[in-house]
């Protein structure tokens, strides 16, 4: 009798040691996100445990990339931000070291909104402007489309309808989003050296 007593303490024991080691696990906030070329989702895991050393990686950054981390210590919320780089399925995963905590299956589809700019890749010097103009292959309502930059440090984008003014602001780079419904385009602002 007493082995057996001491048989279940030693398992409880290494079962309590074994799920501190591990951080607890993660629940997302979704188990898949559909997404078009350039549109972006806010995918959030409340994580049990330690948070240290969690970091998202995308299986393939032609499909999907990650940005944006933010860590929640008071509510054990890590998010992130998703966007669409290229047509096909993909997947997002919360990692601890080596050992995947959570993910998440990412299918992108082409988007009929965009942004001619030769190779994606709009150059300018600080303070320069540039005219940009989306084109959608579908009927789209112009006057819905709302034009975002991910960082007004480096550039700005100011945009009515399908036509914008991007405007480097200092040396960097960011990405500059026109989105209009479930739509979006985007392109990367290279700031260089005035």
């Known amino acids: 009798m007493k082995k057996t007593w001491w048989i279940v303490a030693m398992l409880l024991l290494c079962t309590a040691a074994l799920a501190a080691c591990s951080g607890g696990g993660a629940t997302l906030s979704v188990k898949e996100i559909e997404l078009t070329v350039g549109a972006s989702y806010t995918l959030t895991a409340s994580v049990k445990g330690k948070t240290e050393g969690l970091t998202w990686?995308?299986?393939?950054?032609?499909?999907?990339?990650?940005?944006?981390?933010?860590?929640?210590?008071?509510?054990?919320?890590?998010?992130?931000?998703?966007?669409?780089?290229?047509?096909?399925?993909?997947?997002?995963?919360?990692?601890?070291?080596?050992k995947e905590v959570a993910s998440c299956t990412v299918k992108v589809e082409g988007s009929p909104l965009s942004v001619f700019i030769?190779?994606?890749?709009?150059?300018?010097?600080?303070?320069?402007?540039?005219?940009?103009?989306?084109?959608?292959?579908?009927?789209?309502?112009?006057?819905?489309?709302?034009?975002?930059?991910?960082?007004?440090?480096?550039?700005?984008?100011?945009?009515q309808g399908f036509v914008a003014t991007v405007t480097a602001v200092k040396r960097g780079e960011c990405t500059i989003t026109v989105t209009c419904g479930k739509y979006a385009a985007s392109f990367t602002l290279i700031v260089g050296i005035s």
């Open 57 to 98: 990686e995308a299986e393939d950054g032609s499909v999907a990339v990650v940005s944006n981390v933010t860590l929640s210590e008071e509510n054990g919320e890590y998010a992130v931000t998703v966007r669409g780089t290229g047509v096909g399925e993909t997947k997002v995963k919360l990692m601890q070291g080596e």
């Open 118 to 159: 030769p190779e994606g890749i709009l150059v300018l010097k600080a303070a320069g402007t540039a005219s940009v103009r989306a084109h959608s292959e579908i009927a789209l309502d112009e006057e819905t489309a709302v034009w975002t930059t991910s960082d007004s440090a480096i550039g700005t984008v100011d945009g």
